[in-house]
């Protein structure tokens, strides 16, 4: 296997990964950002009150797109998987 194909499997890879944890990840900084200016505006300084709704925002997200991110994850893997016999060439 040359580099430029190991390359090629590391690129896909990251591209899957961001695709997977994108739509979390972007959530919880948004729900955290928007906290976060409530907390300035008010002045209300509690710790609970920056955790819990990023929390409930990313288990909601998990609970709700959790089956096409395993579905994206087990079609990559599975894709790598069909190549092993076409490295060995």
């Known amino acids: 296997m040359g580099a430029d194909r190991a390359l090629g ?11 997977v944890a994108g739509p979390v990840l972007i959530a919880t900084l948004l729900v955290g950002i928007l906290i976060s200016v409530f907390q300035v ?9 920056s ?16 089956p096409w991110m395993m579905g994206r994850v087990t079609q990559f893997a599975s894709s790598l998987y069909l190549l092993i016999p076409t490295l060995a060439g």
């Open 9 to 19: 499997f590391l690129n896909e890879m990251l591209w899957a990964s961001l695709l």
């Open 51 to 66: 955790y819990v709704p990023k929390i409930l925002v990313a288990a909601f997200l998990l609970i709700a797109i959790g």
């Open 41 to 49: 505006t008010t002045q209300l300084q509690e710790i609970t009150l």
